[in-house]
């Protein structure tokens, strides 16, 4: 769960990849390659090609257009945290699944799911976190059938989306509203439950976050903490979950007492955010918001960011480096790529697993069990799956430079 405390525990470094020493943690990740610096600087951003047609930029052409640069970590509960292949690097240019994937094509990250897609034929991208209900599982139900799912067809339902053929501007409620009508209509899946952390980055710089549940986000601008989610919680460790209950689960707890949680897309907390250039969203399950504080994320994406040159230190300031290009573009090798949004979300991923595994630091889960209920004596970290998607935000043509005062 998101905590607003901010006095958190000491982040560690996952990967090396700074022109000073850091002692990688996971050594087997390759470094970041240090972009080459020259006096003067080009604006040219965009990794993704402008998808309308000429005919259509004539139309309307924003006055303002950004990109957006995504990656996704994630590790299953109980299962060793691979740098290497625990990475999901998105590319526009890939064809989204329209259909729902098979078990084994699923990413290994246990009951946590994610989707990052193209909206339409657009430079705007739909991006969530779903983390599947664990409590189904006392049930016979896999919680990990909800979430995957869920993901599948919000994926689909962004790619295909037409806003010129007369279908309404997709917002991330909507989106959630279709993901969850697709899951009920699934035959498969006869319960289940999921929370929901869901956004949509436009090309005009405008975000659109509906977040359901302990799921959430952090919106990083320099050095500071621009804007961060509220866990949604009908009581502590029970957050708001859209759910699939069976009718013989309804008729047990009308004849016996009790209730299933349900709640709907319409119960989630809807928040519009105005973007810059060189900020950072990090949307992330419980896995991660239970283990790491808003400070000890802030501080992983200031060491990078920092260190390779996309944040740099001015007399008056932070600054953000004017051509982010060479830090977001993968480098052309037989080597998996490594961009700095995957280093960010790799970062972040391996620093909440190790926190999760310490029993010597409280994180957040622990502070919050000792504030409700000091009898249990809960200390370190809290296991679970984790699952994180970063997103790097780069803007054409502006006119001035973007300062934070240290």
Not at 140 to 157: E, T
Not at 191 to 213: C, F, M, P, R, Y
Not at 278 to 283: A, E, K
């Amino acid at each position: 769960m998101l905590s607003k405390i901010h006095n958190g525990i000491p982040s560690r470094p996952i990967i090396a990849c700074f022109q000073y020493q850091l002692r990688p943690a996971f050594p087997l990740v390759p470094p970041l390659r240090q972009p080459r610096h020259h006096n003067h600087c080009v604006r040219a951003f965009s990794l993704q090609p402008i998808l309308r047609s000429q005919g259509q930029q004539a139309q309307a052409e924003p006055s303002r257009r950004f990109t957006y640069h995504v990656a996704a970590s994630f590790s299953a509960k109980y299962k060793k945290f691979d740098p290497i292949t625990h990475v999901f690097h998105f590319n526009p240019y890939n064809r989204i699944q329209t259909q729902k994937r098979p078990k084994s094509k699923r990413p290994a990250s246990g009951q946590d799911a994610f989707f990052i897609s193209r909206v339409g034929d657009t430079n705007a991208v739909a991006f969530g976190i779903a983390d599947g209900v664990g409590g189904w599982e006392d049930s016979g139900v896999d919680p990990a059938d909800f979430s995957h799912s869920f993901c599948d067809y919000m994926a689909a339902a962004a790619y295909e989306h037409k806003h010129d053929g007369g279908e309404l501007l997709l917002t991330a409620r909507s989106l959630m509203q279709r993901g969850y009508d697709d899951v009920c209509r699934d035959g498969s899946i006869h319960a289940g439950g999921s929370t929901a952390s869901i956004a949509i980055a436009n090309e005009d710089g405008k975000l659109d976050v509906a977040n359901l549940g302990d799921s959430g986000f952090v919106h990083l601008r320099l050095n500071a903490v621009h804007a961060y989610s509220e866990p949604q919680t009908h009581a502590f460790n029970t957050p708001y979950q859209l759910s699939i209950v069976p009718a013989s689960m309804l008729a047990r707890a009308a004849a016996f007492g009790g209730a299933q949680l349900c709640d709907y897309p319409k119960d989630a907390d809807v928040t519009q955010h105005t973007l810059k250039h060189g900020d950072i969203l990090v949307f992330a399950s419980d896995g991660v918001w239970d283990n790491l504080f808003n400070q000890d994320i802030l501080r992983i994406v200031s060491r990078l960011m920092v260190g390779l040159g996309a944040w740099k230190a001015s007399d008056g300031g932070i600054v953000v480096a004017d051509n982010l290009k060479p830090y977001t573009r993968p480098e052309d090798s037989t080597q998996r790529p490594l961009t700095l949004q995957s280093a960010l979300a790799v970062e972040i991923a391996g620093a909440a697993k190790l926190a999760s595994t310490n029993q010597r630091l409280d994180g957040p889960f622990a502070k919050e069990v000792q504030k409700y209920y000091p009898q249990e004596n809960w200390h370190g970290g809290k296991v679970d799956d984790i699952c994180v998607v970063v997103v790097v935000v780069s803007e054409d043509g502006k006119p001035e430079a973007i300062k934070s005062k240290l």
